[in-house]
């Protein structure tokens, strides 16, 4: 499958994490330490792609990026129904290496919730779009472009900026298109706060 789409696409998402990193060191000191007060948290991490069983990209490696906003409705007293009600809105980009690989942008709703004063929990809930096959005919079809992206992660606070997550991340129809090969990928990423 050669897909010059999927190659623009990787290329434009490799360059996000480091395009990031510049424009925020260039620009951190202009805004008291904030370069882009909408913006809480920049994420990067690498994952094993495509765990789902048949995937036609397994035993491969993708690359994430991710960007998320200080929580709607401004901080919270800590409990887990209040938690519920000041998610973050993210966005985010995976990355297969393989040139076969699928790639997808997402965005949604993040929650998160400490369980102590380092160790966190986290879900999220949205959707993708992605690069993969949508072919009826074909049992490796993910059906529709369009799909629903949901993630499970645990993590630490390393320092009050830094954070490091184990994740995992699937995207599926829900059955609602033909096919529904989905596609799972899980890893580590670490995060930073500014």
Not at 67 to 80: A, E
Not at 92 to 111: F, H, M, R
Not at 130 to 150: I, V
Request: hydrophobic share 40%; charged share 20%.
């Amino acid at each position: 499958m050669h897909n010059p789409f999927a190659r623009r696409f990787k290329a434009a998402a490799l360059a996000l994490p480091l395009t990031m990193l510049c424009v925020l060191t260039a620009q951190a000191g202009d805004y008291g330490g904030s370069a882009f007060p909408a913006i809480d948290e920049f994420r990067f991490g690498v994952l094993a792609a495509d765990l789902e069983p048949g995937g036609a990209s397994e035993d491969t490696i993708a690359v994430n990026a991710e960007l998320l906003t200080p929580r709607i409705g401004g901080p919270y007293d800590g409990s887990f129904l209040a938690g519920f009600f000041h998610p973050r809105l993210h966005a985010g980009i995976t990355v297969n290496t393989d040139e076969d690989g699928v790639n997808q942008a997402y965005a949604g709703l993040t929650w998160s919730h400490d369980l102590g004063d380092r160790l966190f929990l986290e879900t999220s809930f949205g959707g993708a779009v992605h690069d993969g096959e949508t072919d009826d005919d074909n049992d490796d079809s993910y059906g529709c472009t369009l799909q629903f992206h949901e993630s499970l992660s645990i993590g630490m606070h390393m320092t009050e900026r830094v954070s490091l997550m184990a994740t995992v991340d699937h995207m599926s129809n829900a059955n609602l298109c033909g096919e529904n090969q989905g596609l799972t990928n899980a890893g580590v990423r670490l995060g930073y706060r500014w």
